[in-house]
């Protein structure tokens, strides 16, 4: 880290080095130059001049003496100005001065010169002959008269005779310059233009001495006559998002144009229904009826349906030519135009067309700042000029539109290109508007405004959009588009994003502006969805169907064993066992799928049959009421005990049983009594089936 005594060092060697490359003796002064000025009496002291070095301190001394005296000399110190008083130098004969410049390493002399004090008198500047105190005199002679100046000197006061005089004068616009010498006491301007304003000068020398300084300004205006030329007319349009609202705007006539005072502007205004409507404005008071800005003029009211416009200017002794516009613009052929612009100059070029066309007058060029102030300025060339320059001063960061018309031979307007152009540019503001204009699962589509003319602080070649760190797309335009979209594409779906845009110039990007969306579902999923949904509850309705036709049995063709979990399977049952033996015996296992169209149907009737208890005694006896609540009980708890049965596995159909099965040959061998009571106290049947009382009972 340097520290303040290191960044000194190159400081104090900087001085050092200067200082040494001073050292040393003077350089000799050089343009000595003697003069004795005079006043309207006498010429009392002679004064010299000369030029110092300014890189070496010296202190300088004037030395004169006489050209024939080489033993002495007379000597006065001054530093930069010597003055020889009249007592000091000879009034006769020739002397020698110079200067001596000296300091501490030594002295040197300047080249010496040759004076004669009467040949160096300088007389005063000379006054111009007039009667009146005005500063602006009006020369009241015809118009053919030359402009004549009349000057006077104190010559005779100094007993001295009148030498040669010098003129220079320049019109008032500085359209005109010029110089005369030789003269005596008079100056004419033969020809001069009317009503203009003339600014002379003058200076004289006595005898053959020094020449007077250049004398005060006098300022002549030349006798009026008629106005010439035509007015410069054109149109001040406005653009905005309403429409054009253009105005009448016209320039100051040259005074070569004039020839005097304008006094009033006359206008004539032709609608597109034919009506026409005059007005005068004045160009000496200011008017409702326009605005005034020292170089130009424009119209207050504007020129919507205005079909033709004709101004003429109007001074004392006549009028111009009136100059004719057609408002309305027409299209004409593109014209590339190249712009440059410094702080201080526009300048516009562009190439001839390929074919030139008859039927043109004048190229129009113009150019309007993009701001409130809105200066605004046109040139009008003739059809063989390719480049026009604008004088001003031109902003920085400042848009300016320059646009290029041309004009026919029928005054009609035809307009040929446009462009923007900055005197420098930087980095413009940021995107006002950026937002999503649509989004899909796998697209999205961006839209943003453009920066504001007064914002874009330099040409926007193109606006750079980026989506997150992946891509960075660069979208060109142009500097008059509008709103702007970008579409993205091959995005991932239900994925958030985040995306910026920034405009671009010569100077590099601007501020970035910053958006997040999420793309939407796949749209393939939401309908594999969909889809799913649908079949699902089709096959349910399928296997609801089907359970409602067949009957509960025949479900368990379609739907799996686990569904039916808490669900009976019939073919535990003693009865179905009794019954698939019987069956086994007369047909076999294929013939049981046989389908028989016409079934018999018996007739169920069913009997109460009294329950029968046995005693200690082994004598039968009805059971009571109190008995048989205790039977059911038990029967009850049997009943409980099922569901631990049922988790052991049937080898054939993968379900357990719901009592244990005996199929000993001892037990087919039981008696009918025996073979209905194992009927009636069946695990399957207790379990599963109603009772006879609980049937009674309903």
């Not at 001596?100 to 002959?129: M, W």
């Not at 919507?304 to 101004?311: M, Q």
């Not at 799996?560 to 073919?571: A, F, L």
């Amino acid at each position: 880290m340097a520290t303040q005594r290191t960044r000194l060092v190159p400081h104090i060697l900087l001085v050092l080095l200067s200082t040494c490359a001073a050292a040393g003796p003077p350089a000799p002064p050089s343009n000595l130059e003697c003069y004795r000025p005079c006043d309207e009496k006498e010429c009392s002291l002679i004064r010299c001049k000369w030029t110092p070095n300014p890189k070496i301190n010296s202190s300088y001394h004037l030395y004169w003496m006489p050209a024939n005296n080489m033993d002495g000399s007379i000597t006065s110190e001054y530093s930069s100005d010597g003055i020889i008083y009249r007592e000091q130098f000879p009034s006769d004969g020739d002397f020698r001065v110079w200067v001596e410049a000296s300091n501490q390493y030594g002295s040197v002399r300047s080249q010496e010169i040759l004076l004669n004090a009467e040949h160096i008198i300088k007389p005063p500047p000379p006054t111009f002959s007039s009667s009146s105190q005005d500063p602006l005199q009006i020369y009241w002679g015809s118009q053919e008269d030359p402009l004549e100046i009349h000057w006077g000197t104190i010559c005779n006061n100094l007993q001295r005779q009148v030498g040669t005089c010098d003129v220079r004068y320049n019109t008032e616009d500085n359209q005109k310059f010029g110089f005369e010498d030789g003269l005596c006491s008079t100056y004419s301007v033969l020809d001069p233009q009317p009503g203009t304003i003339y600014e002379f000068q003058v200076r004289c020398a006595c005898d053959s001495s020094l020449m007077s300084d250049w004398s005060k300004v006098l300022r002549i205006k030349s006798p009026e006559s008629a106005p010439v030329g035509e007015v410069d007319v054109w149109r001040d349009c406005d653009v905005s998002s309403a429409g054009h609202n253009c105005f009448l705007t016209w320039k100051n006539l040259s005074i070569s144009q004039g020839r005097g005072l304008i006094l009033v502007y006359e206008i004539s205004i032709i609608y597109s229904d034919d009506n026409v409507k005059q007005m005068n404005v004045s160009a000496l008071e200011s008017s409702s009826l326009s605005a005034y800005n020292e170089t130009m003029w424009r119209l207050s009211s504007s020129l919507k349906d205005v079909s033709t416009v004709s101004v003429s200017a109007y001074n004392a002794l006549g009028a111009t030519n009136a100059t004719h516009l057609v408002v309305p613009l027409k299209d004409g052929n593109d014209q590339t135009i190249h712009l440059l612009i410094t702080d201080q100059n526009l300048t516009v070029s562009w190439d001839l067309p390929p074919q030139f066309s008859d039927n043109l007058k004048q190229y129009v060029v113009q150019y309007k700042e993009c701001s409130p102030r809105q200066t605004f300025d046109w040139i009008k060339v003739d059809t063989d000029e390719t480049e026009v320059y604008f004088q001003g001063t031109f902003k920085k960061y400042t848009p300016y539109r320059v646009s290029m018309f041309a004009v026919s031979n029928m005054n009609e307007v035809y307009q040929l290109s446009t462009a923007i152009g900055y005197s420098a540019q930087g980095a413009p503001s940021m995107v006002p508007t950026f937002k999503l204009l649509s989004v899909t699962a796998t697209d999205a589509t961006l839209f943003w405004e453009p920066v504001p003319f007064s914002k874009q602080n330099g040409v926007i070649s193109n606006y750079l959009v980026g989506v997150e760190k992946q891509q960075v797309y660069n979208v060109t335009v142009t500097p008059e588009h509008g709103n702007q979209t970008l579409e993205l594409k091959n995005l991932s779906p239900a994925h958030d994003y985040k995306v910026w845009i920034s405009a671009v110039t010569a100077a590099g990007p601007g501020v970035k502006v910053t958006q997040t969306f999420k793309t939407k579902q796949s749209s393939l999923s939401l309908l594999g969805f969909l889809l799913v949904i649908p079949v699902i509850l089709l096959v349910c309705f399928v296997f609801f169907l089907l359970n409602a036709i067949q009957g509960k049995g025949s479900v368990c063709r379609f739907w799996p064993q686990c569904v039916y979990e808490k669900i009976p399977d019939p073919r535990n049952s003693h009865i179905f066992r009794q019954a698939k033996n019987q069956i086994n015996e007369s047909f076999t296992w294929n013939s049981i799928r046989t389908y028989e169209p016409h079934p018999k149907i018996s007739l169920l009737e069913i009997v109460e049959r009294t329950p029968i208890a046995v005693d200690s005694n082994g004598l039968t006896r009805p059971v009571m009421k109190e008995e048989c609540s205790q039977m059911d009980y038990e029967d009850g708890r049997r009943v409980d005990v099922v569901p631990e049965e049922c988790d052991r596995t049937d080898h054939r159909y993968g379900k357990g049983e719901y009592s244990k099965m005996d199929n000993s040959d001892e037990e087919r061998n039981d008696c009918s009594s025996s073979s209905e009571e194992e009927h009636y106290t069946s695990g399957y049947e207790k379990h599963f089936m109603p009772s006879v009382l609980e049937i009674l009972g309903d």
